[in-house]
């Protein structure tokens, strides 16, 4: 609060709009500023900012083959990033605002729990959308819906002791460029994908007569972060660091390398997939949704034991990096529910490992569920 004029500690927070900048710029964006905010080098930050030209989004737990119609975004030209936060492949394009908040855990206004930060970060695009007309309400665990029907995206994570959120407001939305860009496994299915998409999602465009412009939005949205989080915005640029860093992530976001690691990782489990091998061993996929998310379990088995497993989907798991442990972890685990669950929420304990709306129980019973789908 300011106190006669006076502003405490912590109540500045720096606001960047950045307007329209270079398509993978706008998810090396955050994760870079939550390196430097990691090492002291730049202070809570609001970040506005949308991409130039349409790209692909890839969930940081996703296999991109399993999901994206690779071969479909290359003839486009459409390029395909994969973010540092959980959740789905999406398209993205200027019809898209974004926020992106990069904030310290150890600051009070940030709540403790990822479930909080979602909620607490979407009161002011709630508002917002509120505010130009649209009776927006917040859907846990990261949605603002309006009429049943989604009208913003948000993903979150944490790098050490900084939290980041993003999300968007929807201007316009092209279903069909949406489902064009998905792996599915007909043309029959994905106009069914489409229809589903329009009749869940909707857009400012859609909801009001005449949608107010991007400028007079950004304006509402910074007051409602300010008022909202109970600080003051101060107008920054980027620190020399900070784009320095911005360019560095770039250049490693279009690696094949970090594109394919979760393909990397567990090639000679994927090159079975579709084998059929005899005798004690068995190899088991399932796909489950969750709360949180979809789940998507890849495993090989020997004896009733765990050989090798995949663990992707789009759901949140934070600490992201913890993931490929748990995966290491449970190898060799006997295939008993009550086992892998044991071992499984001993692992979230040690971890401090948050995974809203998917539990430890969805987690060991869709590894019972793959192995049994094998045999």
Not at 10 to 27: A, C, H, K, N
Not at 36 to 42: A, F, I, R, V
Not at 185 to 209: A, G, H, V, Y
Request: some cysteine; overall charge neutral.
């Amino acid at each position: 609060m300011n106190v006669k004029g006076v502003i405490l500690l912590g109540s500045e927070w720096r606001f960047v709009d950045l307007g329209e900048i270079d398509p993978i710029s706008t998810q090396a964006l955050y994760h870079a500023i939550a390196i430097c905010k990691d090492k002291h080098l730049t202070r809570n930050t609001i970040i506005f900012c949308s991409p130039k030209k349409p790209l692909v989004c890839l969930g940081y737990h996703q296999e991109l083959d399993t999901e994206v119609n690779v071969e479909y975004c290359s003839k486009r030209g459409l390029p395909i990033v994969r973010r540092i936060l959980g959740g789905g492949a999406v398209y993205l394009d200027r019809n898209q605002l974004f926020y992106q908040i990069i904030a310290s855990k150890s600051d009070p206004k940030v709540p403790t729990s990822i479930e909080g930060v979602f909620k607490k970060f979407l009161e002011a695009p709630t508002k917002t959308y509120v505010d130009i007309g649209i009776p927006a309400q917040y859907k846990p665990v990261n949605d603002i819906e309006v009429n049943g029907k989604k009208i913003s995206g948000n993903g979150a994570t944490e790098i050490d002791g900084t939290i980041i959120l993003t999300g968007n407001l929807i201007f316009d939305f092209n279903f069909k460029e949406m489902t064009n860009i998905l792996k599915v496994p007909s043309e029959k299915f994905r106009d069914k994908l489409t229809k589903s998409l329009q009749e869940r999602l909707t857009t400012i465009n859609q909801e009001l007569t005449n949608p107010p412009k991007v400028e007079y939005v950004k304006k509402i949205l910074k007051q409602n972060y300010a008022s909202t989080l109970d600080i003051e915005l101060i107008d920054m640029g980027l620190s020399a660091e900070e784009k320095k860093m911005v360019k560095t992530l770039e250049n490693k976001y279009k690696q094949s390398e970090w594109l394919n690691q979760i393909s990397n990782k567990h090639q000679n489990l994927i090159e079975k997939r579709h084998l059929k091998i005899s005798g004690r061993s068995f190899i088991g996929e399932t796909v489950q949704k969750t709360k949180g998310g979809l789940l998507r379990i890849l495993v090989e088995t020997f004896d009733d034991k765990i050989v090798d497993i995949m663990v992707t989907g789009d759901f949140t798991f934070i600490p992201s990096q913890y993931l490929k442990t748990l995966e290491t972890e449970l190898i060799d685990e006997k295939l008993n529910r009550d086992i892998l669950l044991n071992k499984i929420q001993k692992f979230y304990k040690e971890y401090n490992i948050e995974s809203p709306g998917m539990s430890e129980e969805n987690l060991s019973q869709a590894i019972i569920d793959a192995a049994i789908k094998s045999q």
